[in-house]
């Protein structure tokens, strides 16, 4: 009943840019912080950015100066501005959020942490 979609993957060369967009739909009370991770083929999951309620940005050292993390409370979605592309920004990008909504026919609010189903990005050298 929540859904979290990423868009915005692809293939780029590198020095070029990406922009990814997370969309969360459902009957939403609140989005808490709304992070995002990238994992590259035979690595583990690692959170790169993230943005919380209070406006508070937090990037990965990695992508430090690279990558701006902003989100639109109005339309309860997350964006990752990605420039300077680097081979080993590759992976599969992951959005994820904390959030509250009501569940269909109940009378008390959900809360939890949920996925996106992740977007693609190549980067060729």
């Known amino acids: 009943q929540v859904q979290l979609v990423e868009f915005g993957g692809g293939l780029v060369q590198a020095g070029g840019s990406l922009r990814l967009s997370c969309t969360v739909s459902?009957?939403?009370?609140?989005?808490?912080?709304m992070r995002w991770y990238r994992q590259a083929a035979g690595k583990q999951r690692e959170l790169i950015a993230t943005t919380t309620s209070g406006d508070s940005l937090n990037y990965a050292d990695s992508v430090k100066g690279r990558f701006t993390v902003s989100r639109d409370n109005a339309k309860n979605a997350t964006y990752l501005q990605m420039n300077s592309l680097k081979p080993e920004d590759a992976g599969v990008y992951y959005c994820?959020?904390?959030?509250?909504?009501?569940?269909?026919?109940?009378?008390?609010?959900?809360?939890?942490?949920?996925w996106g189903q992740g977007t693609q990005v190549n980067v060729s050298s």
């Open positions: 994820n959020a904390d959030l509250s909504y009501w569940p269909i026919g109940a009378v008390v609010k959900r809360s939890g942490n949920y």
């Open positions: 459902g009957r939403i009370f609140s989005i808490g912080a």
